[in-house]
């Protein structure tokens, strides 16, 4: 394959990058990553030699159409976008631009070049939230964002629906729980938790802590991408794939899981006032998923053990 990886220097986009580099040396890649805040091209170092990097903005149609030209791309994976809600919450406009305008433009590039597969890689968050007792979010579902994030995120999802029933192009879009691991951005949950604990620092915990996440491994995340690159049909009449590990927990218990591996007191969670629309509970059916193949291999413990260790060298070196 010749794939443009969009957002590759960031937390997921680069655990695909290194792992695609290394199970299918024969391919081509271009990552195509703006290099926000959330990115580090440190992540790619031990494959730049082996890769095309392009530092640009998915919103550049010229760029995006030049670069799937003259690599010969046939197949785009998705993962470049603003994530953090709380930037949203803030100022939804980076998120409309990048999330939805940058989405619209690689359309465009699928448009010209009508034989390019393009995964999308989106959010269980565009189904909105659930209470303790509902059924888990299934593909049927309707779209129910909350947040101007999760609102940016489902519009690209309808873009990509709509360019497949108009001009035919070949899309499909996976739907993930939360993902944990190495490489995410400093500011988001578990790493906050991580960084406050080692320095002994108050933990910021919203509301009382209570809100569920449904936790995914974030290589396993990337072998279900690879599963739906490699699945016949995948690209026909823009299938959508949830992805999750069945792992729901609350984020306090995320966060005590994280203080005993590191042997600190739960005196350091500060109770700080909620998210504004703070979503509840996010659960995904991932059946259809797992009929193809695909189960994850990572337990919570695991992972969050691997993680802590990887944080642990990056905040104190
Ligand atoms: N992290 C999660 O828990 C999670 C869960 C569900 C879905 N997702 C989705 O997975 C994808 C990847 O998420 P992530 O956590 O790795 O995000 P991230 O914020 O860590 O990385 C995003 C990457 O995209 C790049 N980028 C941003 N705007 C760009 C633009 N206009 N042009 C080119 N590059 C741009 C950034 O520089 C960064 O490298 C996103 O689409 C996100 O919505 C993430």
Not at 36 to 58: H, R
Request: aromatic letters at 10%.
């Amino acid at each position: 394959m010749n794939l443009l990886v969009t957002g590759g220097a960031g937390f997921i986009g680069s655990h695909f990058v290194l792992r695609h580099v290394e199970a299918f040396p024969k391919d081509r890649l271009v990552v195509l990553d703006k290099l926000t805040y959330a990115a580090d091209k440190k992540f790619l170092s031990p494959v730049l030699q082996s890769i095309t990097f392009v530092e640009g903005d998915i919103a550049d149609m010229t760029l995006v159409k030049t670069l799937v030209s003259d690599h010969a791309i046939d197949t785009i994976v998705d993962f470049a976008a603003e994530t953090h809600v709380d930037r949203s919450i803030a100022d939804p406009f980076p998120f409309l631009q990048t999330n939805v305008l940058g989405v619209a433009s690689l359309i465009e590039a699928c448009k010209a070049n009508p034989s390019v597969r393009f995964l999308h890689v989106s959010t269980d968050e565009v189904y909105g939230d659930l209470k303790d007792d509902d059924a888990p979010k299934r593909i049927e579902d309707p779209l129910r964002p909350s947040s101007p994030y999760a609102a940016s995120k489902a519009s690209g999802d309808l873009l990509i629906e709509a360019a497949e029933r108009t001009y035919g192009i070949k899309a499909a879009i996976s739907r993930c729980t939360n993902n944990f691991g190495p490489h995410q951005a400093g500011e988001k949950f578990i790493p906050t938790v991580i960084r406050c604990a080692m320095h002994d620092q108050p933990i910021p915990i919203y509301a009382e802590g209570k809100n569920k996440r449904d936790w995914l491994y974030v290589t396993d995340h990337c072998d279900a991408l690879e599963m739906i690159l490699k699945t016949p049909n995948a690209f026909d009449a823009c299938k959508i794939f949830n992805v999750s590990a069945d792992s729901e927990k609350e984020n306090i218990d995320v966060a005590r899981a994280i203080l005993k591996i590191l042997g600190k007191p739960e005196s350091l969670f500060a109770f700080v006032k909620d998210r504004p629309g703070h979503d509840w509970r996010y659960a995904l059916d991932s059946s259809q998923t797992r009929a193809l193949g695909w189960k994850p291999n990572i337990s919570f413990e695991e992972g969050l053990s691997k993680t802590i260790s990887w944080y642990g060298q990056r905040f104190v070196g």
